[in-house]
């Protein structure tokens, strides 16, 4: 069956012809077969030295069919090994083959790789212990040159097994990258960093350390065993060292590019994303960064369209002192503003043009408001409703109000697409947030906004285009009082005083 999949599998990379996914599958899995097919090899000629080095009883005879059938059996493996090997990563060699995304099952089977070579190759590994030991059984071998043998294999097999899983876990990597785009590592990991250090232990000291045993143990009066127990543990440190250096840099390198993308969004950049390459808890780690780096952006984005729809100073107060539906007495300066003939402009304007205009219109509002300290409350229509002492309080709001008032008049004649009329009027005001807690908006209602709006009405028929309420210009500086010339004195609908008012010549 096995080599029916294997067939169909090299048909479809052949049809494949410029299959843009195949330099990476022969890059990848060639470097993988070769280095697990040399860790394979040398570690039955270490074996094998070791054994001889021990000098062992058996008779030639016992020592050619047991090294013969060895040998054979090793090669037959090695081929077995290669051809299951290509099985097991098949659907991980279609899918990369072909540059797709995988599904979560071949994802999750390409994750598997790593550890099912190595399980494959354990199992060789002790299938041939057990062979070699029926077969010196056969010929007669002593029982404890037996023992000595099955345990050095199975010893051998054991260290090659976490070789091989070590160099498909390192060489895969690419792989496992694409896979846990699809396939993020959870809580029910495949191998747990506990795992992996269990198997690096038995890999640089357990193995090692009975390996030592068993030459030590051996029956007296053999020779060499001083020199194999060195060879043994020259190995030990040998492979020991290389697989600590594998696992250190496997920790090492995504902790200190962890802290490297945390340093660069503790600088306000969250365009950072960290490269998934793990199975484990590091993945686990890496992704949570993302995740967090992901939330961190949406709430910009966020408070972004918070700020756009509320005005920048109420957004900044509601993430300082959070959302609440309570209100507040704030003495303001009320700026409203509004276009002239409107409704006409509405019959005879293209409505895309209308909209583009209106936007130029209410973009010189905004900024001559923010730039004074303001906040534009609200649009209503063709108008806007502007506050100066809420929710930011101001040193001189009456002033700040004035200035950008005299501001929009002149930005607004020198665009020469509309006429306004404005009026300023100040006071007491009840500010806050009103509706419901999901559907929020901040605003200020008070005698201030009504005399604005009235004031706005009358300034339209004026010279100037502007009219303040006396209170207003009273308490502004008095190098803007300079600007301004007492006006008339109305009676404003809604209210039983007569306002007296200021106007100011247009200085275009």
């Known amino acids: ?40 090899i040398v570690g039955g000629l270490v074996v094998a030295l070791l054994l001889i080095a021990l000098n062992a009883d058996s008779t030639v005879h016992q020592r050619l069919v047991v090294g013969i059938v060895g040998g054979c059996y090793g090669v037959v493996a090695l081929v077995f090994g290669a051809v299951m090997g290509f099985v097991l990563q098949g ?89 846990l785009r699809v396939y993020p590592p959870t809580e029910a990991m495949i191998v747990t960093l506990r795992t992996r250090m269990l198997l690096i232990w038995l890999l640089a000291t357990g193995v090692p350390l009975l390996g030592i045993i068993v030459i030590l143990a051996s029956p007296p009066g053999r020779s060499h065993v001083i020199g194999a127990g060195l060879s043994a543990a020259i190995a030990a440190l040998v492979v020991g060292s290389i ?56 709430r910009e984005r966020i408070q972004d369209l918070f700020g756009r729809h509320v005005g920048l100073a109420v957004a900044a107060e509601a993430i300082s002192s959070g959302v609440t539906l309570s209100g507040e007495q704030r003495d303001v300066v009320a700026l409203f503003v509004d276009i002239t003939g409107s409704t006409q402009l509405t019959r005879n304007a293209d409505p895309i043009e209308f909209v583009a205009m209106l936007n130029r219109f209410f973009g010189i509002v905004v900024d001559a408001v923010e730039s004074n300290g303001g906040l534009v409350n609200k649009f209503e229509g063709d108008a806007a409703l502007c506050v100066f002492g809420a929710p930011a309080e101001l040193d001189d709001p009456a002033t700040a109000a004035l200035i950008a008032a005299r501001t929009i008049r002149d930005r607004v004649y020198r665009a020469g697409e509309v006429e306004v009329g404005i009026g300023v009027a100040s006071g007491p005001v009840v500010a806050g947030q009103i509706g419901t807690a999901s559907r929020l908006e901040y605003t200020v209602i008070g005698d201030a906004v009504n005399e604005a709006a009235r004031l706005t009405e009358l300034a339209k028929r004026v010279e100037g285009r502007i009219l303040a309420s006396e209170q207003t210009v009273a308490a502004s500086s008095s190098e803007e009082q300079e600007h301004w010339t007492r006006g008339r004195v109305f009676r404003l609908r809604g209210r039983d005083a007569p306002t007296h008012t200021y106007r100011t010549t247009a200085e275009h």
């Open 243 to 298: 697989a600590m250096m594998l696992v250190a840099r496997s920790i090492g390198e995504p902790m200190r590019l962890m802290v490297a993308a945390l340093q660069r969004v503790g600088q306000g950049d969250l365009d950072v994303a960290v490269e998934v390459d793990d199975i484990a808890e590091i993945g686990m780690l890496q992704s949570g960064v993302n995740e967090m780096v992901a939330g961190l952006r949406e």
């Open 1 to 40: 069956m096995w080599f029916d999949e294997g067939r169909r599998l090299r048909q479809r990379v052949r049809a494949a012809g410029n299959a843009p996914g195949l330099p990476l599958v022969v890059r990848t899995f060639g470097g993988m077969s070769a280095l697990v097919l040399v860790a394979n």
């Open 91 to 179: 659907r991980t060699l279609r899918w990369l083959a072909f540059a797709r995304v995988p599904s979560r099952d071949e994802a999750r089977r390409a994750l598997r790789n790593p550890l099912d070579l190595g399980l494959l190759t354990g199992a060789l590994w002790l299938v041939g212990a057990l062979v070699e030991g029926v077969l010196a059984a056969f010929v007669h071998v002593k029982t404890s040159e037996i023992l000595g043998l099955s345990a050095g294999l199975v010893l051998a097999g054991l260290t090659t097994a976490c070789v091989t899983y070590m160099i498909a876990v390192r060489v895969g990597r690419p792989i496992a990258v694409q896979a």
